[in-house]
């Protein structure tokens, strides 16, 4: 190669003319198809997290100035493993010719020389890079072992500093163990010890010590000098080149218990990276909108609706007037600049919004309720309204006739077929949940008995498992236990074990309360109450459920058998420690992480503590459900949602004769039609509930009520309806019962006034007043007092006829007489023609 070659030149001229600018030789197809776009993915990720400000990879510092001979000398003396003779020299050659393939490009110093030589472009192929143009004065092509070494060597000398794209690209051993002898030891010395003090061993501590190197190799300094952004960073640029957080939070979680990050360095990698809640103009700035008035419009109502409303509800409703309403206006009719739509944009935008096409899973499909979302846009224009008439200033330019009428926001029969596929799908689930609550528990047991055994057996040794051959695998330095199979493939028992024992603790709490998933999650060591029965003196444990989707806080009994549930989880986080971890969970709904606390449901997973996720949840679910074997009628796999066992607690405690009002209480219902809704009636509990009422009320009544009558009481029961017409109207008195007024009908209650008698009774009332004038002039006062209070139920008895009077009335509303005005228009045409109707 001439030595005025260019750096493009040296590495393009290895590869075909066709395939230099796709890298074809870089890039397989598979990977064409996931990676082309990395800086753009790696922009979107950081999009959705708040600003960082990582430290930049500096391009000139001290030791990638020297000269090859000073380079050779820094690696001589670099704190390495003693080697022999043969292989300090085998170092040193490595270093100086790599240092030398590296001065054939442009540069001022090897930093620069490295960023021009293309490697970092390469990634996991730089090694074939390398040996396509290793080419010195009489020498022959080297190996990689070689080429690798001399990497190795200016690593851990600080001289070259690459990308972490290109540092997790490496599918070879190029000597991390050996930089964190020379890159601050005794910063590195310091987390070890950490790692020792909190019982953290195993692949995961060399993992997550090996990520703080990366960030020294690529960043410099010292492990104090690493900030929360560059975490974050290295966490985001890992999370595409590996797709999984293993080692990472952990990193992230050794930084922070040191102190390394400092006092205010958030508690955890994931809430390093979120960027909270956004602002209301945040939100509506991320969707775009071209026009300016919309878009202040748009802030300005979510503004005044954002106290009445929690963070979710808040992002949806921006959702539906941004996205699906105003931006799809946008789109299909950019000329449209107010809210005043014509009569064909709204019919037309009604007919789009009945379809998905926003969520790229359900795209194309039927949208399950657009009602939802007119009801929405429909609130928007009435709010519009009424804001106007307070403030006609700064609303009534907006005010606009609404596009969408009253009756296309309901969905009353949608809301059947939902509910009637919910009361279905709990019919279905329900008589299969002592199934899968045995499944559960056979697995739990199972999982224990292997890993008890295994545990039994020293590293190396044989161990039948399940009526099977396993080898322990292992040399004591891991906390988990592994085995292998005779085919060689490695088992996790801890692994296993730790899931079958999750399964098994969701679907008991969750069968027992009827909780919600996020009140689950939230469950704490602090949410046990004791409270103590007034009258018994007895203390009955209760468990707090905080304040979740209505903001309610609530009490639910723990059972026996829900206690021990709870004890088994509590006896497995707190892992023989005297108190709980305390974690620091994330809403996911809300986006704010919580104060260190001691949840129940949290993990011991890759050496940090973590509280559960929802993905965990459904995916143990699922797990457990395959593994029971049960299928629905077409032979499909089942699956339950945590939801489910909610409502089936529902459907049970209302079957089983608890109150609704008292079930929705413990449900957290703020109303009950809610409750009723969640329970799945059979058409046997109609039945059975019926004939139970009918038993009860016979049981209240005396048992000579049913029997045969004989002739003589059925006459009796007869001559009983012929005496009761009286003078007034009807006497109501139950059967086999005497007057009690003595025949006084006007004063009695159980008259039931005759309208037609209401003449009659008017006489009544005059001849009443008669007599009472008669005994006031004569002072007998004993009559007078039974007198008034005749005419006061005479007076009574005559409203409540004229009420009847008036509801039998018969009121003219000014109706026309089709009939009539059909005649009298048929005679007039018949006059005016001269004919004879």
Same mark, same amino acid.
């Given at each position: ?195 020792? #003090? ?21 960043? !410099? ?34 930084? &922070?218990?040191?102190? %390394? ?134 609303? !009534?330019?907006? &005010? ?36 899968? &609550? ?24 044989? &161990?039948?498992?399940? !009526? ?113 971890? %305390? ?16 949840? %129940? ?32 009628? #077409? ?41 009723? !809704? ?108 039974? %007198? ?50």
């Amino acid at each position: 190669m001439s030595p005025s070659t260019t750096a493009a030149e040296a590495v393009s001229s290895t590869r075909p003319a066709a395939t230099r600018t796709r890298r074809s030789d870089v890039w397989s197809p598979q990977r064409d198809l996931k990676r082309p776009d990395f800086d753009e993915r790696l922009a979107l990720i950081e999009r959705t997290q708040r600003t960082l400000a990582p430290r930049a990879t500096p391009r000139s510092w001290w030791q990638t100035e020297k000269s090859v001979g000073e380079v050779v000398e820094l690696v001589a003396g670099l704190d390495l493993p003693q080697a022999s003779a043969e292989g300090l020299r085998r170092r040193k050659r490595s270093a100086r010719e790599f240092l030398g393939w590296l001065e054939q490009f442009p540069g001022a110093n090897w930093q620069q020389r490295w960023l021009n030589c293309g490697l970092e472009d390469a990634e996991d192929r730089w090694l074939d890079r390398v040996q396509q143009t290793w080419k010195g004065a009489g020498t022959t092509q080297y190996h990689r072992s070689s080429i690798s070494t001399g990497m190795t060597m200016l690593l851990c000398a600080e001289v070259l500093r690459p990308s972490y794209r290109w540092l997790l690209n490496q599918h070879f051993n190029f000597g991390l163990g050996f930089v964190r002898r020379c890159i601050d030891p005794a910063g590195f010395a310091r987390l070890e010890a950490h790692c020792d #003090a909190t019982g953290r061993v195993g692949g995961v501590r060399q993992g997550a010590l090996n990520c703080v190197a990366m960030v020294l190799i690529s960043k !410099g300094g010292t492990i104090a000098d690493i900030t929360v952004d560059d975490a974050v960073e290295y966490a985001n640029v890992r999370r595409l080149v590996h797709a999984s957080a293993r080692n990472v939070s952990l990193f992230y979680a050794m930084l &922070v218990e040191t102190g %390394l990050l400092g006092g205010n360095a958030p508690a955890s990698l994931s809430a390093a990276r979120s960027r909270g809640q956004l602002t209301v103009h945040e939100m509506v700035a991320g969707y775009d909108l071209r026009n300016a008035q919309i878009r202040e419009l748009l802030t300005a109502y979510l503004t005044v609706r954002k106290p009445d409303l929690d963070y979710t509800s808040l992002r949806a409703l921006a959702g539906t007037l941004c996205s699906l309403f105003w931006r799809d206006i946008e789109h299909h009719h950019p000329e449209v600049d107010t809210l005043r739509l014509p009569p064909e944009i709204a019919a037309a935008w009604k007919e789009r919004i009945r379809t998905n096409r926003h969520d790229s899973t359900r795209a194309g499909t039927a949208r399950e309720q657009p009602e939802r979302v007119m009801g929405v846009i429909r609130g928007l224009y009435l709010d519009l309204a009424q804001w106007a008439l307070e403030d006609p200033a700064r609303w !009534g330019p907006w &005010v606009a006739p609404c596009p969408i009428r009253s009756t296309e926001c309901l969905a009353t029969k949608q809301n059947r077929r939902r509910r009637a596929r919910i009361h279905q799908r709990i019919r279905t689930l329900a008589p299969i949940l002592p199934t899968l &609550v045995d499944t559960v528990d056979r697995r739990l047991k199972a999982a224990t008995a292997r890993l008890n055994a295994t545990l039994a057996v020293s590293h190396g040794d044989p &161990v039948i498992l399940d !009526g099977e051959r396993f080898v322990r695998s292992g040399t004591g330095g891991s906390t988990r236990v592994f085995v292998h199979d005779p085919d060689g493939r490695r088992r996790d028992l801890t692994y296993e074990e730790d899931n079958a024992f999750w399964a098994w603790a969701l679907i008991e709490v969750l069968r027992h309360t009827g909780i919600r998933i996020e009140e689950l999650q939230e469950l704490t060591h602090h949410s046990f109450v004791a409270y103590t029965l007034p009258t018994t003196g007895e203390v009955v444990p209760m468990l707090q459920i905080t304040p979740s989707k209505t903001d309610t806080e609530r009490l639910i009994l723990v059972s026996p058998e829900l206690g021990e549930v709870l004890a088994a989880i509590i006896h497995r986080v707190r892992r023989g420690k005297a108190a709980l971890p %305390l974690v620091s969970r994330y809403d996911h709904h809300e986006r704010v992480h919580s104060a260190p606390m001691p949840f %129940l449901f949290q993990r011991f997973r890759y050496g940090i503590e973590a509280t559960i996720t929802r993905n965990f949840v459904a995916r143990t679910l699922d797990n457990a459900l395959a593994d029971s074997g049960l299928t629905d009628q #077409a032979g499909n796999p089942l699956r339950f949602t945590p939801h489910d066992f909610r409502r089936i607690f529902a459907t049970d405690a209302i079957r089983t004769g608890l109150p609704p009002h008292i079930a929705a209480k413990i449900m957290g219902h703020q109303n009950i039609n809610t409750t009723m !809704g969640y329970a799945a009636i059979y058409s046997e509990d109609v039945i059975t509930h019926h004939r139970a009422f009918i038993a009860r009320r016979r049981a209240l009544r005396p048992s000579e009520e049913y029997r045969e009558l004989t002739p003589e009481e059925w006459q009796e029961f007869l001559g009983h309806f012929e005496l009761r017409k009286v003078e007034l109207g009807i006497c109501t008195r139950d059967f086999g019962t005497p007057c009690v007024h003595e025949h006084a009908c006007i004063r009695c209650p159980a008259l039931r006034p005759d309208p037609h008698q209401e003449h009659r009774l008017r006489e009544i009332i005059s001849n009443l007043g008669a007599r009472l004038a008669e005994a006031e002039e004569h002072g007998w006062l004993g009559e007078v007092a039974g %007198l008034k209070v005749s005419i006061t139920s005479a007076e009574s008895k005559l409203a409540t006829m004229q009420s009847m009077n008036r509801q039998h009335a018969v009121t003219y509303l000014g109706m026309p007489n089709f009939r009539a005005s059909v005649g009298r228009h048929l005679g007039n045409e018949a006059a005016a023609q001269g004919k004879d109707l």
